[in-house]
Protein backbone atom coordinates (compact mmCIF):
# COMPACT_ATOMS: atom_id res chain seq x y z
CA UNK A 1 0.00 0.00 0.00
CA UNK A 2 1.25 3.69 -0.81
CA UNK A 3 1.29 6.43 1.85
CA UNK A 4 2.11 9.93 1.96
CA UNK A 5 4.28 11.48 4.69
CA UNK A 6 4.04 15.61 5.30
CA UNK A 7 6.33 17.33 7.54
CA UNK A 8 3.53 19.98 8.08
CA UNK A 9 4.49 23.34 8.99
CA UNK A 10 0.30 24.04 10.61
CA UNK A 11 -2.43 21.29 11.50
CA UNK A 12 -5.25 21.59 8.46
CA UNK A 13 -7.50 19.20 10.45
CA UNK A 14 -7.55 19.19 14.23
CA UNK A 15 -9.87 17.24 14.91
CA UNK A 16 -8.27 14.43 12.69
CA UNK A 17 -5.08 14.44 14.46
CA UNK A 18 -7.00 14.43 17.87
CA UNK A 19 -8.34 11.40 16.97
CA UNK A 20 -4.93 9.53 15.90
CA UNK A 21 -3.48 10.63 19.09
CA UNK A 22 -6.24 10.08 21.66
CA UNK A 23 -5.71 5.84 19.68
CA UNK A 24 -1.96 6.46 20.16
CA UNK A 25 -2.43 7.31 24.15
CA UNK A 26 -4.92 4.53 24.63
CA UNK A 27 -2.00 2.27 23.02
CA UNK A 28 0.72 3.50 25.11
CA UNK A 29 -1.35 3.59 28.68
CA UNK A 30 -2.02 -0.10 27.84
CA UNK A 31 1.45 -0.97 27.19
CA UNK A 32 2.47 0.79 30.46
CA UNK A 33 -0.52 -0.83 32.02
CA UNK A 34 0.93 -4.32 31.29
CA UNK A 35 4.38 -3.61 32.90
CA UNK A 36 3.32 -1.78 36.10
CA UNK A 37 2.63 1.60 35.10
CA UNK A 38 -0.38 3.82 35.06
CA UNK A 39 -0.91 7.35 33.82
CA UNK A 40 -2.97 10.24 35.44
CA UNK A 41 -5.07 11.34 32.64
CA UNK A 42 -7.19 9.95 29.95
CA UNK A 43 -6.25 9.46 26.49
CA UNK A 44 -8.63 12.20 25.21
CA UNK A 45 -7.45 14.68 27.40
CA UNK A 46 -3.57 13.84 26.64
CA UNK A 47 -4.31 14.15 23.06
CA UNK A 48 -5.99 17.74 23.98
CA UNK A 49 -3.27 18.80 25.44
CA UNK A 50 -0.83 18.20 22.99
CA UNK A 51 -3.35 19.81 20.27
CA UNK A 52 -3.06 22.88 23.04
CA UNK A 53 0.95 22.97 22.57
CA UNK A 54 0.92 22.08 18.92
CA UNK A 55 3.86 25.20 18.55
CA UNK A 56 6.20 22.74 20.63
CA UNK A 57 5.94 20.43 17.71
CA UNK A 58 6.19 23.05 14.52
CA UNK A 59 8.82 25.13 13.29
CA UNK A 60 11.31 26.87 14.10
CA UNK A 61 11.47 24.87 17.32
CA UNK A 62 10.00 21.67 16.15
CA UNK A 63 8.47 19.19 13.95
CA UNK A 64 5.13 17.13 13.35
CA UNK A 65 5.38 14.21 10.91
CA UNK A 66 1.74 12.92 9.20
CA UNK A 67 0.85 9.93 7.20
CA UNK A 68 -1.45 9.77 4.99
CA UNK A 69 -3.50 6.76 2.79
CA UNK A 70 -4.32 7.23 -0.41
CA UNK A 71 -7.53 7.86 0.55
CA UNK A 72 -6.03 11.07 2.42
CA UNK A 73 -7.02 9.38 5.84
CA UNK A 74 -4.48 10.24 8.85
CA UNK A 75 -3.15 6.80 9.90
CA UNK A 76 0.47 7.47 11.57
CA UNK A 77 2.13 10.74 13.50
CA UNK A 78 5.45 11.39 14.82
CA UNK A 79 6.91 14.65 17.06
CA UNK A 80 9.81 16.06 16.92
CA UNK A 81 11.03 18.21 20.00
CA UNK A 82 13.61 20.75 21.11
CA UNK A 83 15.31 18.97 24.06
CA UNK A 84 18.23 21.27 24.62
CA UNK A 85 20.11 23.72 22.28
CA UNK A 86 21.60 20.91 20.21
CA UNK A 87 19.19 18.20 20.55
CA UNK A 88 15.70 16.85 19.53
CA UNK A 89 12.88 14.22 21.25
CA UNK A 90 10.96 11.96 19.11
CA UNK A 91 7.55 11.68 20.11
CA UNK A 92 4.83 10.47 19.60
CA UNK A 93 5.35 8.07 17.01
CA UNK A 94 1.81 5.97 15.74
CA UNK A 95 0.77 3.99 13.38
CA UNK A 96 -2.70 2.64 12.71
CA UNK A 97 -3.78 -1.03 12.42
CA UNK A 98 -4.67 -0.46 9.27
CA UNK A 99 -1.36 0.79 8.05
CA UNK A 100 1.14 -1.08 9.99
CA UNK A 101 3.69 -3.79 8.48
CA UNK A 102 4.70 -0.98 5.73
CA UNK A 103 7.23 -0.10 7.11
CA UNK A 104 5.63 3.46 8.03
CA UNK A 105 7.14 3.82 11.66
CA UNK A 106 10.48 3.42 10.20
CA UNK A 107 9.11 6.19 7.30
CA UNK A 108 8.59 8.32 10.29
CA UNK A 109 11.30 8.03 12.12
CA UNK A 110 13.52 8.18 8.92
CA UNK A 111 11.58 12.08 8.44
CA UNK A 112 11.75 13.28 11.84
CA UNK A 113 15.47 11.99 11.89
CA UNK A 114 16.02 14.16 8.59
CA UNK A 115 14.27 16.75 9.87
CA UNK A 116 16.80 16.78 13.15
CA UNK A 117 19.84 16.78 10.90
CA UNK A 118 18.38 19.86 8.94
CA UNK A 119 17.84 21.91 12.19
CA UNK A 120 21.23 21.25 13.02
CA UNK A 121 20.91 19.01 16.14
CA UNK A 122 23.69 16.77 17.02
CA UNK A 123 21.46 14.31 18.95
CA UNK A 124 18.53 12.69 19.21
CA UNK A 125 16.36 11.22 22.23
CA UNK A 126 13.61 9.07 22.76
CA UNK A 127 11.89 6.73 25.10
CA UNK A 128 9.91 3.90 25.14
CA UNK A 129 7.40 1.66 26.88
CA UNK A 130 9.73 -1.32 28.54
CA UNK A 131 8.81 -4.20 26.12
CA UNK A 132 7.47 -2.59 23.12
CA UNK A 133 9.49 -3.92 20.96
CA UNK A 134 8.18 -3.01 17.62
CA UNK A 135 9.64 0.63 18.52
CA UNK A 136 12.66 -0.15 20.37
CA UNK A 137 13.45 -2.64 16.76
CA UNK A 138 13.11 -0.07 15.10
CA UNK A 139 15.94 2.89 16.75
CA UNK A 140 18.23 -0.52 17.25
CA UNK A 141 17.91 -0.70 13.66
CA UNK A 142 18.99 3.04 13.21
CA UNK A 143 22.22 3.09 15.55
CA UNK A 144 20.34 4.46 18.81
CA UNK A 145 21.54 3.03 22.32
CA UNK A 146 20.06 2.73 25.29
CA UNK A 147 20.63 5.09 28.02
CA UNK A 148 20.04 5.86 31.11
CA UNK A 149 16.86 8.61 31.57
CA UNK A 150 17.74 11.70 30.16
CA UNK A 151 17.05 15.16 32.18
CA UNK A 152 15.02 16.74 29.29
CA UNK A 153 12.85 13.68 29.18
CA UNK A 154 8.97 15.15 29.07
CA UNK A 155 7.48 12.40 30.62
CA UNK A 156 6.42 12.43 34.17
CA UNK A 157 9.52 11.45 36.40
CA UNK A 158 7.64 8.82 38.51
CA UNK A 159 7.48 6.56 35.19
CA UNK A 160 10.83 6.49 34.71
CA UNK A 161 11.08 2.65 35.46
CA UNK A 162 8.42 1.76 33.07
CA UNK A 163 10.53 3.43 29.92
CA UNK A 164 13.62 2.30 28.22
CA UNK A 165 15.78 5.70 27.06
CA UNK A 166 17.73 6.20 24.06
CA UNK A 167 20.15 7.96 21.80
CA UNK A 168 21.37 9.10 18.67
CA UNK A 169 24.28 10.61 17.80
CA UNK A 170 24.77 12.55 14.96
CA UNK A 171 28.22 12.23 13.16
Not at 5 to 23: F, N, Q, S
Not at 55 to 77: D, M
Not at 120 to 141: K, P
Request: negative net charge; glycine residues 6%; charged residues 25%.
Amino acid sequence: MEYRIDLVTEVDDKPALEELLTEYYAVVLHKLSLVGGSARNEPKDMASSVLANIQTFLPPTGRLVLAYSKQNRLVGCGTLQQARPDAGELKRLFVRPEASGNRLGRALVDARMEAAREMGWRTLLVNAVTGNQDMLRIYESLGFRFIERYPECSDPIELTDYFDYMQFDFS
